[in-house]
């Protein structure tokens, strides 16, 4: 349950549209529901203002499809990270108000089935930048996960340090950022040059793209967590999702 149901469930009580025993069958499954082979921590959007995020890599489709339908029956909006596509279509099958993401690997159920807002002309964003076209799943992992958060969020891609006039011409885009999320693999060099430009803090994202001695991403890793640049946060290898949750935080 997130803090907004319970607000609207609370009200209801104080105005005696609802019976106290109705408001406590709706509580009853706090602070978490157990599934066997999972508790979903339905609890989570009270204490940290937004739901359990579902990690589907490694779990059944079954596993993940009752899940993401456990949560989604008592929070607005539920996210879902490393998604697979027939995964996914087995979840919006049984799931009302899913939308996926294939770049990203993310799925999105709005239980309200509300648009998403449009992006603002002016206010704070988050800036993501990739070094190549081969992080852009890490990078729209990032990208999505802010945005679903309510962050405006804008994207440079392909600006890696083998052209930098690519990255100079987005310079007055970086410089109006609030945060940035810096994803790179093979030496993991851009955060370092980014974080070299700007005032605001920099989330470098290594990831598994490279040769063979990169090492699967812990050369991008080490570089980036050896950067001489001051401001420069270092997430793990590939993780989009934990750099655009706390961009999130950091903008807000």
Do not use: W
């Not at 009580?13 to 508790?39: C, F, H, N, Q, W």
């Not at 079954?62 to 490393?82: C, D, G, N, P, Y």
């Amino acid at each position: 349950m997130d803090g907004k149901r319970l607000k609207t469930l609370l009200e209801k009580v104080k105005s005696g549209k609802m019976p106290v025993e109705a408001a406590i069958e709706g509580l009853r499954t706090l602070p978490y529901d157990d599934l066997g082979y999972a508790k979903p921590d339905l609890h989570r959007g009270i204490r940290t203002g937004f739901p359990e995020v579902v990690f589907c890599q490694g779990k059944t489709c079954e596993q993940s499809v009752q899940i993401v339908k456990r949560l989604s029956a008592h929070h607005a909006r539920v996210l879902a990270t490393r998604v697979a596509p027939e995964v996914a279509d087995e979840i919006a099958r049984q799931v009302a108000g899913c939308t996926y993401h294939g770049t990203a690997r993310i799925l999105v159920v709005d239980g309200e089935k509300k648009k998403a807002p449009k992006r603002r002309a002016a206010g704070k964003y988050v800036m993501v930048l990739c070094a190549g076209t081969a992080d852009l799943p890490v990078a729209e992992e990032a990208a999505v996960t802010a945005e679903v958060m309510g962050s405006r969020v804008e994207r440079s891609y392909d600006v890696g340090v083998a052209g930098l006039h690519r990255l100079l011409d987005q310079r007055e885009r970086i410089l109006e950022a609030n945060v940035l999320v810096v994803v790179a693999g093979m030496e993991g060099a851009l955060p370092s040059v980014v974080g070299g430009m700007v005032s605001c803090p920099v989330i470098a994202v290594p990831t598994s793209v490279g040769y063979g001695a990169s090492f699967g991403g812990l050369a991008a890793l080490l570089a980036m967590l050896n950067s001489c640049a001051a401001g420069v946060a270092v997430m793990n290898i590939d993780n989009g999702f934990g750099a655009g949750y706390f961009a999130h935080m950091v903008n807000r």
